[in-house]
């Protein structure tokens, strides 16, 4: 994506959207031991989650 002269996004016809997964509550707990992984924390102050 990038910004076009006139202020506007500009979106090509077949975007990439990244994802990355993260594991809390109980799913992290029966496959990590831990109810909020550090893993996890660590992803959610890089990463920018919406």
């Known amino acids: 994506m990038r910004?076009?002269?006139?202020g506007r996004l500009v979106v090509p016809d077949d975007p990439v959207v990244p994802f990355i997964e993260v594991y809390a509550g109980e799913e992290a707990f029966h496959q990590l031991g831990s109810w909020?992984?550090?893993g996890t924390v660590e992803a959610y102050r890089k990463c920018l989650v919406l």
Do not use: K
């Open 36 to 38: 909020l992984p550090d």
């Open 3 to 6: 910004s076009a002269a006139a």
